[in-house]
């Protein structure tokens, strides 16, 4: 049996670095993502000008930026389940980084 699959409809900026994001099943959240923004891949999102150039994927339904950084629609349509994991996965990336990295 198989599970559902999630995908996002549309989104806007609510704020620095937080998407309001509606998925296809009618359900929308709101994530700041600032906590997330640590390592290679995500860590130049810390740019707003690049994290606010957000888009939407026609093809798999979910947000992807510029540098390549994107995020499994299930995870962010059940953020709260994923949520604290993400955030430890992040702080693990900021301190890996060393002494000279940016961290939150």
Do not use: C
């Amino acid at each position: 049996m198989g599970h559902p699959i999630h995908r996002v409809n549309a989104f806007e900026i609510a704020g620095p670095y937080r998407l309001l994001i509606t998925f296809a099943d009618g359900l929308v959240r709101t994530i700041d993502f600032l906590p997330l923004l640590q390592g290679e891949l995500y860590g130049p999102l810390r740019d707003l000008n690049l994290f606010n150039s957000v888009t939407l994927d026609p093809e798999v339904h979910t947000l992807v930026w510029p540098n390549g950084a994107d995020f499994d629609p299930a995870t962010l349509h059940d953020w709260p389940e994923y949520e604290a994991g993400m955030v430890a996965l992040a702080q693990r990336w900021a301190a890996s980084a060393g002494p000279g990295a940016k961290a939150s």
